[in-house]
C-alpha cells in the first residue's frame, strides 16, 4: 500500500493531505495540535485494505497553510471542505485531541455525513494551557538543538514537524500561532458531544494528563451508543501504545455499517 499528498483549495487556503488510496470505506483522520497528518501513516497501513484512510494537515499544521484565523467554525468549514473536495458521502472520523473536539463538533453540525466517531483522549470540557509552546518559537542551527528544545517529553510526537530549511530547523507550525486557537479550543462543548447519536469509540490513556477517568467516563455515560476503552499510556495513545490503540479501532470498525461514499 502507498500512501499519497494531494492539496485542495478552501476559502483562501491550501491544504494538504496523505490518502491511503481510493479503495476501501472512507475514515477522516485529525492530528492534535503541533502534529500532522503523517502522524496516522502507520494506522492506515495497518486498515488498509479495508478501509481508506485520509489524514488532513488541519490549517497552520504540516504541509497546510498558515491561516490568519483559527476559530472553532474554520476548523469544521475545513472538514466540510475536504468532504465536498473528496465527493463523500459520508465517513467515519477519527480526532486525536484538537481533532477530536473537531470530530465531534462537525458531527453535531452533520450527523447525517458521519457513520462513526473515534474520540483519542479529549474531553467535552477543555482547559489546557500550550503557552510553553512558545519557547520552540524560532530557528535552530542543528536538529539536535531543537530536539533539546522541544525537550523529551515532547520530542518522540514532534518528530514529523520538524523541517530543515536553509536557514536551519523549525517547527512546521508557528507555535505563537497555536496558542490562540487553544484558547478558542477550551470551553465546554457538551451539546456538540450529545448532538450525535451515531456509534462512538472514546479512547484514553491511562497515564492522561489532559483528560481524567470521571470526565471520559460522563462523556460516555451521557451520550448513546458510546463505548469506553482505557488504554496504557498518555494522551498520544496512537504514538504510545500504537499496537492497543489499533486493536481498539479494529474491533470498533467491524461492527460498522457499510457507509455510502
Known amino acids: 500500500m502507498s500512501i499519497s499528498r494531494s492539496?485542495?483549495?478552501h476559502n483562501g487556503?491550501?491544504?494538504?493531505?496523505?490518502?491511503?488510496?481510493?479503495?476501501?470505506?472512507?475514515?477522516?483522520?485529525?492530528?492534535?495540535?503541533?502534529?500532522?497528518?503523517?502522524?496516522?501513516?502507520s494506522l492506515a497501513t495497518e486498515l488498509a485494505p479495508?478501509?481508506?484512510?485520509?489524514?488532513?494537515?488541519?490549517?497552520?499544521?504540516?504541509?497546510?497553510?498558515h491561516a490568519k484565523g483559527y476559530a472553532r467554525s474554520d476548523y469544521i468549514s475545513d472538514m466540510e471542505g475536504l468532504?465536498?473536495?473528496?465527493?463523500?458521502?459520508?465517513?467515519?472520523?477519527?480526532?486525536?485531541?484538537?481533532?477530536g473536539v473537531n470530530a465531534y463538533q462537525f458531527a453535531a453540525r452533520y450527523p447525517e455525513r458521519v457513520i462513526a466517531l473515534i474520540i483519542e483522549d479529549i474531553?467535552?470540557?477543555?482547559?489546557?494551557?500550550?503557552?510553553f509552546a512558545l519557547?520552540?518559537?524560532?530557528?535552530?542551527?542543528?536538529?539536535?538543538?531543537?530536539?533539546?528544545?522541544?525537550?523529551?517529553?515532547f520530542a518522540p510526537y514532534l518528530m514529523d514537524s520538524f523541517r530543515e530549511t536553509a536557514a536551519g530547523w523549525k517547527l512546521a507550525f508557528e507555535p505563537k500561532e497555536?496558542?490562540?486557537?487553544?484558547?478558542?479550543?477550551?470551553?465546554?462543548h457538551w451539546e456538540d458531544w450529545l448532538a450525535s447519536?451515531?456509534?462512538?469509540?472514546?479512547?484514553?490513556?491511562r497515564e492522561s494528563r489532559v483528560t481524567t477517568a470521571e470526565q471520559v467516563a460522563e462523556m460516555a455515560q451521557r451520550r448513546a451508543n458510546t463505548t469506553l476503552v482505557t488504554l496504557d499510556g498518555g494522551h498520544i495513545l496512537h504514538v504510545e501504545n500504537p499496537v492497543g490503540f489499533t486493536a481498539a479501532i479494529k474491533g470498533f470498525l467491524k461492527h460498522l455499517e457499510s457507509p455510502r461514499n
Open 178 to 188: 497555536m496558542v490562540v486557537p487553544q484558547d478558542l479550543l477550551n470551553g465546554g
Open 7 to 9: 492539496v485542495f483549495e
Open 135 to 153: 519557547a520552540w518559537e524560532g530557528t535552530f542551527d542543528t536538529r539536535e538543538e531543537l530536539v533539546k528544545r522541544v525537550g523529551p517529553r
Open 13 to 41: 487556503l491550501r491544504l494538504s493531505y496523505l490518502d491511503s488510496g481510493e479503495e476501501g470505506r472512507p475514515l477522516i483522520a485529525l492530528h492534535g495540535h503541533f502534529m500532522e497528518g503523517s502522524t496516522f501513516a
Open 83 to 99: 468532504y465536498r473536495h473528496l465527493g463523500l458521502a459520508q465517513a467515519v472520523i477519527l480526532g486525536s485531541s484538537l481533532g
Open 123 to 131: 474531553d467535552a470540557e477543555v482547559a489546557d494551557d500550550i503557552s
Open 197 to 205: 447519536d451515531c456509534p462512538a469509540l472514546l479512547i484514553r490513556g
Open 50 to 65: 479495508e478501509w481508506r484512510v485520509i489524514a488532513l494537515d488541519q490549517r497552520g499544521h504540516g504541509q497546510s497553510d
